[in-house]
């Protein structure tokens, strides 16, 4: 299977490009092409070069190009909001890039200046995909903007949430520095302990100790504040978390330390203790690390109204940003766009592709009077409309506005750590009650120390850190294959979904019209082509598609002709032609028929009988017309249907326990949230991304698949790992029963205990290692 | 062991010493973007233009 050279997508029908004499690159697309050709006019092929060398680490879908101006960049509003001075005094702007996946990418990107003018620098992060360009004053952003989009990178301007930016990166660095110190105090600690054990002299000894306990007083203190502060707020909220018994531990041990080295004895548990602390920061930094690959809330807020609207004034129709508009502006929407507030058609007649809005797959006509809805894309000619609602009084806009209360209102729901921290909690703190009750007889300072110390020894912590790096492990494969999950509360979640709720067009089906059969006499295809390829009424593009894998050419037409709901026609070689519902009359004759669909992905079928398989209950929701909602459960083997189904109804349908929703598109985005786990696979930057926990960046059901096994999986070693360590734990309680403890006996099952949990999540299960290959 | 009077507080002296440089580079911003330097550092400052022998190799 030859594979595309620029976005490494199967090439099922390869073209290949005219300007390239000496590379033969096969490419799956037009898009990938023309990206190939302006890399070719701008020497900067070298980009395949670094790409085969190095291989990708993000899959990519093949490149859709599209000439936009983005001239409200330039607007000196936008830039206002979106715009800062970096430290240097130059201004910067943030895009968010879609399609990066390579080493070549990273390569292209940051050599913008050599081919962009007016651009001073730009660098970008990789793995948040998001590239900061300063500009000298010469430049301008909307330029910046049009070149990476012919690239195929398609830009979407950040906003500069400052305040919440440099919060969560100040947020970090702190916790960097917390670590840090622990990670050193608990290395020099280590090599006082060690000599301590091996019997040292003994005043050498009393200083060692002495500089022990120093030596842990910022790691107590400073580094294991967070443990502190979340014991407190979840003793606050009432509720029990792992960390309570964490700082129990953590408390008791330096109080036990420092009252020994008070009394001159050489005890403690400093040693444990401060490594259990290093450890277990490490384990959450690594998990918050990866939970930052994706892109955070806040930053997908902006993505839906990106867009450029041309508006009425004095001097004619100008660009400006959707944002600004008003109510009651007038604007113009091109073929092609998409309409950003509800309004009125003022003037013109048109096709309206409503599928993202409401799932519909065939387009509405409208004419002029009707009402025309924010997030609709216009298919036919241009049209003048005038602005009844704009932001959140919008259909739309009051999707958005559910979606944000919804998620503001969910609760957390109580995990598995959590649950099993409630009862393990209970029964350390009875058993050194229980301790402290037998020893009383032997007086109470033995009673108290051997207390204390069945609190320090039974600290969680093997479990306490194996849960947090299982989660890492599996996030960071997922995101390796495009899976994007934005907490790791879904594996939990997705472990227990009982029904799966698929969205039909884009989710099953390819989302666009294929044409399956065509019955001529005549060959027409030539015709078709010449006819259909101004048109973008999706049964045009299906029908020129067609005709070009025919290898058609064009031939002159005169007199075309566009009527919205009632095909094309022209005239070609003296004959009218005319293509209308499944029909190419010659003449007014019927010469040929065919027949369009919205065609399955090639595995949807497999997919969905896999998640039967698995004991899934399997439905499909959909607001497109029962009878084509129907033939797509019939061939795929769905047994449940719900078709013209509103948005608002499929939060209802929805709202089960344990459910899952698989969707795209605005249409989807309430019921997405509404679910227990939301996935949106789409792949395009869109409202949906906001609703769902999970987001795809390839398309297809594929990823669903991998990411239901991978929770399975994922509880599993969770799991394990729980067994693991409440064994060791219990090891310590009967060491602590015998009085057999001391500081040298924790300091080898404290560390043997998170080492083997450690082992436990790396190896992983089978079935988790296997995933990834095919 | 009159020698640890030296080698103690060289010890830790050189402990404090690493630490500090590390708090001085997270506070810099050196772990701000710990991912892309490192493919950064793959590329050569001048890559010439593709061996159009070697293009069929995809």
Redesign the interface.
């Known amino acids: 299977m030859l594979k595309c050279a620029h976005c490494d997508e199967q090439a099922l029908r390869p073209i290949y490009s005219a300007a390239d004499g000496e590379y033969q690159f096969p490419f799956c697309c037009h898009g990938c092409l023309t990206v190939f050709e302006l890399l070719k006019e701008k020497s900067l092929t070298s980009y395949y070069k670094i790409k085969n060398a190095s291989g990708t680490f993000k899959r990519r879908s093949p490149v859709t190009t599209s000439s936009e101006t983005f001239n409200f960049l330039d607007d000196e509003r936008f830039e206002a909001t979106h715009s800062y001075l970096n430290y240097e005094g130059q201004r910067t702007m943030d895009f968010y890039l879609e399609g990066i996946h390579c080493l070549a990418c990273l390569w292209l990107i940051e050599k913008l200046p050599e081919y962009v003018e007016g651009v001073a620098s730009a660098k970008l992060d990789i793995e948040k995909s998001v590239v900061s360009v300063v500009i000298a004053h010469t430049g301008k952003f909307s330029r910046v903007a049009q070149e990476l989009n012919q690239l195929g990178y398609r830009p979407h301007a950040l906003a500069n949430s400052n305040q919440a930016k440099d919060l969560r990166i100040q947020e970090e660095k702190k916790y960097l520095k917390r670590l840090g110190i622990a990670g050193a105090a608990a290395g020099n600690i280590m090599i006082y302990s060690f000599s301590l054990y091996a019997g040292a002299d003994k005043s050498v000894a009393s200083l060692f100790n002495a500089l022990t306990v120093i030596l842990a007083i910022p790691v107590f203190t400073y580094s294991a504040w967070p443990f502190y502060q979340s014991a407190i707020t979840s003793i606050r909220n009432k509720t029990l978390s792992i960390d309570i018994p964490i700082a129990l531990s953590l408390l008791m041990g330096f109080i036990m330390g420092g009252w020994n080295l008070w009394h001159g004895q050489e005890e403690n548990y400093f040693d444990s203790l401060t490594t259990l602390v290093f450890l277990l920061l490490l384990s959450r930094y690594f998990l918050k690390k990866i939970q930052d690959k994706g892109l955070s809330l806040t930053d997908l807020h902006f993505f839906y109204r990106n867009e450029s609207v041309q508006r009425q004034s004095t001097n004619g129709f100008e660009e400006v940003y959707s944002d600004f508009l008003n109510q009651g502006d007038i604007i113009k929407v091109h073929r092609e766009e998409f309409i950003p507030a509800d309004g009125i058609v003022l003037a013109g007649s048109s096709l309206m592709n409503n599928s993202l809005l409401t799932g519909e797959s065939i387009p509405v006509k409208v004419d002029v009077g009707a009402q025309v809805f924010s997030g609709t894309q216009n298919l036919g000619d241009e049209l003048i409309i005038q602005i009844t609602k704009v932001a959140h009084e919008t259909r739309l806009g009051k999707i958005l506005k559910n979606v944000e209360q919804g998620w503001a209102l969910r609760s957390r729901t109580v995990d598995l750590t959590s649950t099993v921290a409630k009862y393990f909690t209970l029964c350390v703190v009875l058993m050194s009650l229980l301790l402290f009750a037998i020893l009383l007889p032997e007086g109470m300072e033995i009673a108290l120390t051997r207390a204390m110390t069945l609190l320090i020894v039974t600290c969680p912590c093997a479990l306490a850190i194996s849960v947090p790096l299982t989660f890492h492990r599996s996030l960071s494969q997922a995101s390796k294959h495009g899976i994007f999950i934005k907490s790791d509360e879904v594996f939990e979640k997705l472990a227990k979904v009982k029904e799966i709720f698929l969205d039909k067009t884009g989710t099953i089906t390819l989302g666009r019209l294929q044409v399956i059969n065509l019955n001529s006499q005549v060959p027409v295809n030539n015709i078709i082509y010449s006819l259909e390829k101004k048109s973008r009424h999706p049964v045009g593009r299906a029908l020129v598609e067609f005709a070009l894998e025919q290898s058609a050419k064009p031939l002159e037409v005169t007199e075309y002709l566009e009527i919205p709901g009632l095909g094309v026609q022209g005239i070609i070689n003296g004959k009218l032609y005319h293509i209308s519902r499944g029909e190419i009359r010659e003449n007014g004759k019927v010469i040929a028929t065919f027949q369009v669909q919205d065609v399955l992905r090639y595995d949807s079928k497999t997919i969905i009988s896999h998640f039967k398989k698995l004991g899934h209950k399997v439905s499909i929701i959909s607001g497109d017309r029962r009878e084509v909602v129907e033939q797509v459960a019939r061939e795929t083997g769905i047994d449940n249907s719900y078709a013209e189904i509103s948005p608002e109804e499929k939060v209802k349908i929805i709202k089960t326990n344990d459910s899952l929703m698989v969707g795209d598109g605005a249409n989807d985005a309430m019921a997405l949230e509404a679910a227990s786990v939301g996935i949106a696979v789409s792949g395009a930057m869109d409202i949906s991304l906001r609703a769902a926990d999970v987001y795809l960046t390839t398309p297809g059901l594929v990823s669903v698949e991998k990411i239901l096994i991978l929770s399975r999986e994922t509880m599993q070693v969770v799991k394990r790992n729980l067994i693991l360590s409440l064994c060791y734990n219990s090891l310590s309680v009967v060491f602590v029963f015998m009085g057999m403890i001391s500081p040298l006996v924790a300091a080898i099952i404290m560390p043997a205990s998170s080492l083997t949990v450690l082992i436990s999540t790396l190896l992983g299960t089978k079935k988790m290692r296997s995933l990834w290959k095919s | 062991?009159e020698i640890?009077i030296i080698l103690?507080p060289l010890?830790?002296g050189m402990?404090a010493l690493?630490?500090f440089l590390?708090?001085w580079a997270?506070?810099r911003?050196q772990?701000?973007?710990?991912?892309?330097p490192k493919?950064?550092m793959?590329?050569d400052e001048t890559?010439?233009?593709?061996?159009?022998k070697?293009?069929?190799?995809?």
């Open positions: 062991m640890l103690m010890a830790l402990g690493f630490v590390f708090l997270v506070k911003g772990y701000d973007d710990v991912e892309t493919y950064r793959l590329l890559i010439g233009p593709m061996d159009p070697k293009g069929k190799e995809i």
